[in-house]
């Protein structure tokens, strides 16, 4: 009996340190393939079967999730877990894997929540501001930058209907969405809020440290477990393996310059596949073959010059639309100079239009003054007598009454 305890013992102790020498590189394979995936074709190719990209002037390409319901904001499909690396958002969206833990969230008129791509790690990048009563976080904007020790200076306050709340006592492991406050009791809740922005870097990672979890425990009353960072699908990578850095400073959403490169790629190829190139301010839908029109998110064109000039400038010479008015410049010549006036005929001879160019004509006139001088004495009194005797014969012809 007890050789087959001594062996039962030797055969689960074998068993055991091989799962355990077996499960060591698997995960440390796992961080190593992606990180090594962290560049902007993988997140292009990865995010556009859930979304659109778009080009905008301030942060280049950005991603818009599709079928977003009206109202929507980042950080609202999921829950919140406590994790190694701090307050880590655990996205129940097929696609959160990528945007919100790499990059950032901001709003743009016209397009609503965008992703701006970013190639640092983080569990969350978010801002926050907590009471006893409430904890609420909100996207930190795109020019945050942080240091190689991570970011502990004056709080990053964002617009207030940015901010999503709920209950302490409901804020870890439960899905945001059942749980939220109404947008419409920000402006009284941020009132008794504290602000507070803290990002901290251990072993090259960055870790979410803002909210202490003694606080979440004493104002909810409870005991806050750790949650394994592999459950959560979260895979932490280092600084290093996207190329955040410059220098001592870390990019939390670009550089610009990378996404710009990876737009000029795309053009070069369409050219060497022989395929249509969009013009620029034309950035193509996912999906859709370069140049087709019907395909194409088209930025607004400007009100002066571009187009919209060449077009009228063009019905101008072929004498359509309005006829041009005396001394307009022709198209494409400065303005004000000699042969570029256009003067325009008259539409018939004689009448007004010979008579007015007759005056134009002549040599300019010193204008007439017409002098009055006062009447004097005698002449005010003899029209008295003039106007006397006229009322007199008015009277003698009327008849009698």
Known sequence: MKTLRLIRRTLLSLLLGT????????ADNRAASYAQAVNFGFFYSTLSPHG????????????????APVGW???????????????????????????????????????????????????????????????????????????????AGPPVVVERDHYVFVPVHRFVNVDVTTVRVAIRRNITIIRETRNVTNFKVVNGTVRSTAVPVTHVERAAHTR????????????????????????????????????????????????????????????????????????????PPERK????????????????????????????????SPEARVVAPPEKKGGRFEERSKQHERPSEPPRVHSRQPPTKEQHSQSRK???????????ELPPS
């Open 224 to 299: 806050i477990q750790r949650t394994d960072i592999n459950v959560v699908r979260a895979t932490p990578t280092r600084i290093e393996a996207g190329g955040g850095r410059q220098g001592d400073r870390i990019l939390v959403a670009g550089p610009r310059e990378r996404n710009v490169a990876r737009l000029e790629e795309r053009s070069n190829r369409s050219d060497r596949e022989g395929r249509p190139r969009a013009p620029d301010g034309i950035s193509p839908r996912p999906g859709s073959n370069r140049g087709s029109s019907e395909e194409r998110v088209v930025s």
């Open 73 to 151: 904001q980042p950080y609202t499909v999921g829950r919140w877990a406590y994790t190694d690396y701090g307050w880590t958002w655990v996205s129940l969206d097929p696609w959160g894997d990528i945007p919100y833990h790499y990059g950032t969230w901001t709003h743009i008129r016209h397009h609503g929540w965008v992703w701006v791509p970013g190639y640092v790690w983080a569990p969350a990048w978010v801002t926050w501001s907590y009471s006893d009563a409430y904890i609420g976080w909100a996207p930190i904007p795109p020019t945050l930058v942080i240091t190689s020790w991570g970011y």
């Open 19 to 26: 799962a355990l020498v077996l499960a060591v590189p698997v």
């Open 386 to 396: 003039d106007k006397g005797e006229k009322s007199q014969e008015h009277r003698k």
């Open 52 to 67: 659109r990209w778009v080009t905008v002037d301030a942060y280049g390409d950005v991603w818009i999730p599709a079928r």
């Open 305 to 336: 010059g571009g187009a919209i000039e060449e077009k009228r400038d063009q019905r101008v010479r072929e004498g359509q639309g309005r006829r041009p008015d005396v001394g307009s410049p022709r198209p494409g010549t400065d303005r004000g």
